[in-house]
């Protein structure tokens, strides 16, 4: 159908590496482990780097377990945080004595005022309170140092709250090639057969990115679009048919037809342009992160392509060295009902800091039990960081002082908004792509 | 029940009362003489307690004495020459000592003396030892006998005394006769007063000694052999003493400066200790400044022993590892001292005093000071007076550390032992000890939770559950040795639950107001605090009883309990209800307190009673008789006002200020004691009736009982009569009203009117209507409409309830309960489910549609284990048992597969029915859940469906559904059945696995195939399944897992809770091994 062969304009190729090892699953089995081994190994990781990010700040300072805590003495502690929330559903409430009278659809936000912040080490846990503790901004699972003191009624009084700071970032590649403009597009959200998706709004979108729309100046942008990345929600899929019962023949075709679709219009882009498909939360994949890769038997057509690519969520890999970590937005919206902020970039500019892209995993969001690491810790910070599934499109160009530098972008649903974003490898430019089917328009920022 | 109930015990038939919260003594009396302790004086002589100075050592424990000073009461700053002390008296006993020289000249000898101990306003303790009062009782003065024969009777008194207790060390038994003019309670008498003899004895057990003397006869000279009817010769000695000066249980007492000693010689650890003589006390009644609580000191503590596995500790063996303790001080929030004694060391907890010691010597004695300096006045835990205390206690015995019971007030004096047989049909009998600890209440949270409020699992961590809403980590006592044996870590851990175990029965004292109700409680029945849980329910009343027949000059005979129990007598009346589902508003006419209106409208008392051979002989003029359904007579009020109308009438005038009194306070201390007051009112009111029809208590009378439940009948019957006579289409009303069902005393009527303003509206009317007709102060009430209700039979019943026309208040029930032990969770579910479906949503096709597929899931082996887990306590070892129980059948079989974590005796079992051979006994097919879980035992879903889900179901659908049997039980959804193949069994250590299409089940050959080729084209739709099987139980997992890592409060360890009790621990069990049998699925497709 697509004869690339035959385009005057040839499309631009970036070198790409997949970094998923550390969120393959396959060797992992569930074999009655529990939760506080990944507690321990995340402490112990960033343990080390928030020593050395204390005795900076406070170089007299001793650090000392929760423990060791002598009453007065100005001294430094780490520890992973646990928030009391008042408001926190609880699986427990399922068996409450009586029916709540408050219906049990949960609100979007749990934060109360009366929310407070614990700091826990192996040892034990102390409350912290102060002037400069605010349980909004915090959440269970991230681990910080904290300088202050234990005031006479077992609490910590908190003098100043330390985080990790972004984490070592590679060297962002110098333009060796001219500095080509290389663009990679992120799209997600496009939950075919969904009630609120237009088909052919998805169409445009596959032809924009194949080259079949527009005049040679379009074709020419689109040619520079090395890559493709949908982030997760592809299909809208009925789970409510799937009820232990055998299911109906009808409902058999309602169940496929979503999957059908998408496999269609991969193929097209698989044709044209590598392409990088995540699971998202409403996808027919697992449910805890990190999220193992669509499986095959579902895209029957684009499989065939060595270009399609079934990635893990989250989703890591090297675009001509660039550095690109993305989610399909479980660990952002889970923040964002457990803390709060201006802006959905501002969540991702935090978890960069904390060097932890999931610290509500596990206590709210769904993980696997890890007991030799915490895949989520960020080693090494990216230059991209995006996260699908969000309302609308922001971005924003992170920059800390010692010079690491790291796009940040919220990839709107493309159901709702018909938006796509798309990246320059050459300088971290951003713009979105709004697709609409009475108008074509690219909107550059 | 059923049959019982009809026989008009008052066992089953309670005084009529509204389901309140802290139902206090809704057990009503007991009919089982072995329920009822009969209960006795027992004379203690001070010196047989005390120990010897050189028995005494010094813990001699470094740093502890420190600490210990930090947590003092403070020092009081006191003038014993000018000030009056004035304290709230919290335990009042007496003790044999040696009269006192000063205040009681006139004896010497052995004498009682009364102790009372209580605290002031400024938080002191205060021992008060009350001198001269002295031990009596009656009997009527035989005819012919007058004051010249005193002497002589005493005199042959005083020899038969001593012949029969020979080797007593008083110098005298009979102090003083004297003879008085009384009356006889019993029977109405036209004679105002009669003569009777006084008879004081030195000491109160010869109170009980002497009336056995007199009951047998003695010879007199002149009269001949007499044999006497004793009057109040059953009055334990402190409730004599208290009656006499007005004390009531919990009251405060002042005494004035000069009227008292201060006691020079410290014989006890009070701050404030004196001596008086008991006409000197003045005693304060509980109202305006004086209803308020002093600052007492409460301690709760909880112990940990390391048993050995497989056993439950014992006290000969295993040593007490660590005691946490909580200290409040009443009447603030937070508690004041928070510490731990633990064996060997232990890691700091925050915000707790961690002590640790490196002998169990030190442990146990440390406790020992720390319970004397803390001094608390008030003692509670979790089953602290059945286990912890009689532990310690017995530890220390087989330690051989005999100063360690020093725990009471009494310097050097230990705790008093007594061994008990506590039976009771849910426990079994069981040996244990009662451990007496001088001035110090104990008040154990399990019994007043067992003796308040019917619940199906007392466990703590049930209750909990239950009142505050919060699951306890339950740590197993397997495990606990281990902890134990671990590191300071470890223990810390375990200091951390036994901290907790120590802080939950404080919380559950605050939330459900236990000091305040039981404090109310005492002072309203005028018994004693510590009667109040360790004593039968009669006391009250007959304290009650004796209070007011000395006022008004009479005598309570000591008739003991001549009925058999078997004397019954007709019950309350049930009107034969309508079955059915009405869904048209039903008003409720209730009967205000109807039995002691009853009582008061009618005069009903033992003083009013007249028997039948009196009543031609007194020629009481019939206009002042009152003759009752029953055939009874009893004389109106102009002749004598009785005095059980007279005490009901105080309860109820008071109940009624105490709850205006609660409408206008706004301190919330306050408005807890005002609540506590009006229920206590309330329950006291309601148990007179009980009194009187219990024939083994202490005073019974049918005749007034049996008339009570006689005008019950008729007063419903009359209501039913006038409403439906007056409320139909005849009169000019829309509908003809119909009585659907009455008990007791309500009556439902449906007015027929569709709106539930409408049906208030001619509720309200009736109620006014027919209370009109009544004897005053006999009051018929409306309360409440039901709208819709489903009635379906005597007793059992459901509905919407609703006090105002906007909207309903609640679902209420009754007889629907599904709190039985023997149930498991799914049958309360499903008939929670069933009663909102169609009551609140008013949707039957969608209950029905729910209990379908809920009986699919069941047989389908889709159910939620832990909903079908059932639960008994292990009481006693298998071979005890006579027949054979599925519990302790499968606790033997656990012990053979491993003794360590087996249940023993003590603990409670928990088993699923599971599918067994044909013909299999009941008591076979009982298997443990975890066992079940780890090894796919097929459970029988038959079993649930018969045994458990039919029954409820049915009762709630018949009325209903035509043949709901049918439809619900048997219907198609019934047919696919699913059972899990055990990996156990025998056979299938021969079966050869092969693997089958995931589509169809067809068996395939290739090992790397999952479908066959027919199932080919369904690939996506087959994946689809696997994995959204693999999110759920994700999802699933991950909830469970951190709410139990919430549950303990600690994200950096392991989840070791067992707590069978949790709703969520098999669940999270299961979660856990079903996850890695879908991922194996989820596998397949990795080809």
């Known amino acids: 159908m697509v004869e690339l062969a035959e385009t005057r304009l040839p499309r631009k190729q970036a070198a790409y590496t997949p970094k998923d090892e550390e969120f393959d699953l396959r060797s992992q089995k569930y074999k009655g482990q529990q939760y506080s081994h990944l507690y321990y190994c995340r402490l112990h990781k960033l343990r080390e780097v928030l020593t050395s990010v204390a005795q900076q700040s406070y170089p007299k300072a001793r650090v000392r377990t929760i423990l060791g805590l002598e009453e007065g003495e100005d001294c430094i502690v780490i520890g992973t945080l646990y928030k009391q929330m008042q408001l926190k559903p609880s699986i427990l409430d399922e068996y409450a004595k009586e029916r709540s009278v408050i219906p049990l659809v949960s609100p979007r936000n749990f934060v109360h005022a009366n929310d407070y912040l614990i700091l826990e080490d192996e040892s034990g846990r102390i409350r912290l309170v102060g002037d400069t503790v605010f349980p909004t901004a915090y959440v269970t699972g991230v681990v910080i140092a904290v300088y202050g003191y234990e005031g006479s009624d077992g609490e910590f009084v908190v003098k100043q709250m330390l985080e990790p700071g972004l984490a070592p970032q590679g060297q962002f590649p110098s333009q060796s090639s001219s500095g080509e403009d290389k663009y990679v597009a992120l799209v997600s959200g496009l939950r075919t057969c969904a009630s609120e998706a237009n088909p052919l709004q998805f169409q445009l979108l596959v032809d924009y990115l194949t080259g079949h729309l527009g005049d040679e100046k379009e074709q020419s942008a689109a040619a520079k679009v090395v890559h493709v990345v949908i982030a997760g929600d592809s299909v809208h899929l009925q789970y409510n048919l799937l009820t232990g019962q055998s299911v109906q023949s009808k409902d058999q075709q309602k169940l496929v037809e979503p999957i059908k679709e998408l496999d269609l219009a991969l193929t097209q882009l698989a044709a044209a342009v590598p392409t990088d498909i995540m699971p998202g939360s409403n996808d027919p994949a697992n449910f805890s992160l990190p999220q193992q890769p669509l499986h095959a038997c579902l895209f029957p057509g684009a499989s065939v392509y060595s270009t399609f690519f079934a990635a893990t969520n989250p989703h890591c890999f090297e675009l001509d060295g660039v550095r690109i970590l993305g989610t399909s937005g479980q660990n952002i919206d889970d923040l964002d009902k457990y803390s709060v902020a201006d802006s959905k970039v501002e969540f991702m500019e935090r978890t960069l800091r904390w060097r932890h892209i999931a610290p509500t995993a596990p206590d709210t969001l769904g993980c696997y039990p890890y007991t030799d690491r915490d895949p989520f810790i960020l080693n090494a910070c990216p230059h991209i960081y995006f996260c699908g599934n969000q309302k609308k499109y922001e971005t924003k160009l992170l920059q800390d002082e010692r010079g690491r530098t790291v796009r940040l972008i919220s990839v709107p649903r493309f159901c709702d908004t018909g938006v796509a974003v798309l990246v320059n490898l050459k300088n971290l430019d951003c713009h979105s792509l709004s697709l609409s089917t009475d108008m074509l328009k690219s909107n550059g920022i | ?1087």
């Open chain 2, 1 to 1087: 029940m059923d049959s019982k109930r009809k026989a008009g015990n008052p066992s089953t038939t309670l005084p009529p009362s509204k389901r309140v919260q802290g139902n206090l003594q809704s057990s009503a009396f007991p009919s089982q003489p072995t329920d009822e302790e009969e209960d006795y004086d027992e004379d203690v002589f001070m010196e047989e307690l005390l120990l010897r100075d050189e028995e005494l050592r010094d813990s001699g424990i470094e740093g502890l004495s420190a600490r210990l000073s930090r947590w003092r009461r403070p020092q009081p700053q006191f003038d014993f020459k000018l000030q009056n002390i004035v304290f709230q008296q919290l335990d009042i006993d007496y003790i044999i000592g040696e009269s006192n020289k000063q205040l009681t000249p006139q004896r010497s000898g052995p004498v009682a003396i009364l102790r009372m101990f209580g605290v002031t306003t400024e938080g002191h303790s205060v021992c008060c030892n009350v001198h001269g009062f002295q031990p009596y009782f009656y009997i009527s003065c035989p005819d012919g006998m007058g004051p010249d024969d005193i002497p002589k009777f005493k005199h042959i008194l005083e020899a038969k005394m001593r012949e029969s207790n020979r080797n007593s060390k008083s110098p005298i038994f009979i102090t003083n006769v004297e003879l008085m003019h009384k009356r006889s309670l019993m029977y109405y008498q036209q004679q105002k007063s009669r003569l009777f003899l006084k008879i004081t004895v030195a000491l109160p057990t010869m109170v009980a000694a002497c009336r056995g003397i007199l009951e047998r006869g003695i010879l007199i000279e002149g009269l001949g052999q007499k044999s006497f009817l004793t009057y109040e010769s059953n009055v334990l000695f402190a409730l004599r003493f208290m009656i006499d000066c007005d004390i009531v249980g919990g009251n405060w007492i002042e005494i004035i400066a000069g009227s008292y000693f201060d006691t020079g010689r410290k014989l006890t650890y009070c701050q404030l200790e004196i001596d008086v003589l008991y006409d000197k006390l003045i005693s304060h009644s509980p109202s305006g400044q004086y209803s308020k609580m002093a600052p007492f000191r409460i301690l709760s503590f909880d112990i940990e022993c390391a048993g050995r596995k497989g056993h439950f500790p014992e006290p000969e063996h295993d040593p007490v590892i660590q005691i946490a303790n909580l200290l409040t001080i009443q009447g603030e929030d937070k508690p004041k001292v928070r510490n731990v004694l633990t064996l060997k060391s232990c890691s700091p907890i925050v915000g707790v005093d961690v002590m640790s010691f490196d002998t169990e010597r030190e442990v146990l004695l440390a406790w020992r000071d720390l319970v004397r300096e803390l001094d608390p006045d008030i003692i509670i835990g979790y089953n602290i007076c059945k286990f912890d205390l009689p532990y310690l206690i017995e530890r220390a015995e087989a330690l051989k550390i005999v100063e360690f019971p020093i725990l009471g007030r009494i310097r050097n004096s230990c705790v008093r032992v007594k061994d008990t047989s506590f039976s009771s049909r849910q426990y079994g009998t069981r040996e244990s000890k009662e451990i007496l600890i001088e001035g110090r209440v104990q008040f154990d949270l399990l019994q007043a939770m067992q003796r308040d409020y019917k619940l199906s699992s007392y466990s703590l961590n049930s209750v909990s559950a239950h009142f505050l809403g919060e699951q306890k980590e339950d740590v197993h006592h397997s495990i606990i040795a281990d902890l134990q044996n671990g590191n300071a870590e470890t223990r810390r851990r375990l200091a951390v639950y036994c901290l907790k175990d120590a802080y939950l029965p404080q919380r559950l004292l605050d939330k459900l107001m236990f000091i305040y109700n039981y404090i109310e409680m005492a002072r309203v029945t005028g018994v004693p605090i510590s009667f109040l849980l360790a004593r039968g329910q009669s006391i009250k009343v007959l304290s009650q009883i004796l209070r007011k027949s000395k006022q008004k000059n009479l005598l309570v005979p000591n008739v003991k309990g001549q009925g058999s129990g078997q004397d019954t007598f007709e019950g309350a009346t049930v009107l034969e209800a309508k079955a059915g589902f009405h869904e048209k508003p039903i008003a409720t006419l209730d009967f205000a307190s109807l039995y002691p209106s009853i009582m008061m409208a009618y005069n009903l008392c033992y003083c009013t009673l007249v028997r039948a051979e009196d009543i031609s002989k007194l020629n009481i003029p019939p206009e002042h008789i009152s003759r009752t359904p029953s055939g009874e007579s009893f004389v109106k009020p102009v002749l004598e006002k009785g005095i059980l109308p007279e005490i009901l009438e105080e309860l109820l005038a008071a109940r009624k200020r105490a709850k205006a009194d609660l409408k206008e306070a706004t301190d919330p201390l306050e408005k807890a004691v005002l609540d506590g007051r009006q229920l206590a009112l309330k329950i006291s009111a309601n148990s007179v009736y009980g009194f009187t029809g219990a024939t083994v208590g202490q005073l019974p009378c049918l005749e007034i009982s049996s008339s009570v439940t006689s005008y019950g009948r008729q007063m419903i019957e009359h209501t039913k009569k006038l409403v439906e006579e007056r409320y139909n289409i005849k009169n000019g009303y829309e509908f003809d009203a119909e009585v659907v069902y009455g008990d007791t005393d309500s009556v439902m009527v449906q007015f027929g009117v569709s709106g539930v303003e409408q049906a208030m509206k001619l509720g309200r009317e009736a109620a006014e209507h027919i209370s009109a007709t009544f004897t005053k102060p006999i009051k018929l009430e409306f309360e409440k409409v039901y709208f819709p209700y489903l009635l379906i039979s005597k007793k059992r019943y459901a509905g919407l309830l609703w006090t105002k026309p906007e909207v309903h208040d609640k679902m209420d029930t009754k007889g629907i309960e599904t709190v039985r032990r023997d149930n498991c969770l799914l049958v309360k579910n499903v008939v929670t489910e069933c009663l909102h479906k169609i009551l609140i949503d008013r949707d039957i096709p969608g209950a029905v549609q729910f209990v379908k597929s809920t009986i699919s899931d069941l047989l389908m082996n889709r159910m939620d284990l832990s909903l079908l887990v059932i639960t008994k306590g292990l009481t006693k070892t298998g071979d005890d048992y006579a027949v054979k129980a599925a519990h302790v059948e499968l606790a033997e079989r656990m012990r053979k597969r491993d003794a360590a974590t087996a249940p023993s005796v003590g603990d409670r079992v928990p088993y699923v029915i599971i599918k067994a051979a044909k013909g299999a006994k009941a008591y076979e097919k009982s298997e443990d859940p975890i066992y079940v879980l780890e090894n796919n035992i097929p459970i029988d879903p038959q079993y649930y469906l018969e045994n458990q889900l039919s029954k409820p179901l049915l009762r709630i659908f018949e009325p209903i559904l035509k043949n709901a049997s049918k439809e619900l039980l048997h219907g198609s959804h019934t047919r696919a059945v699913s059972i899990s193949t055990p990996s156990n069994s025998g056979i299938m250590k021969f079966a050869k696995k092969q693997l089958s299409c995931i589509g169809c089940k067809t068996p395939i050959s290739g090992e790397d195939q999952t479908l066959c080729k027919h199932c080919k084209g369904r690939e996506a739709e087959l994946y689809y399944r696997t994995v959204s099987n693999v999110r759920d139980l994700e999802t699933l997992f991950n909830r469970l897992w951190t709410q139990c890592q919430r549950c303990q409060g600690s994200l950096h360890q392991d989840v070791l809770c067992t707590s069978r009790d949790c709703p969520i621990f098999y669940r999270r069990k299961k979660a856990q091994k079903d996850l890695s049998e879908a991922e194996v699925q989820l596998e397949r497709w990795d080809f």
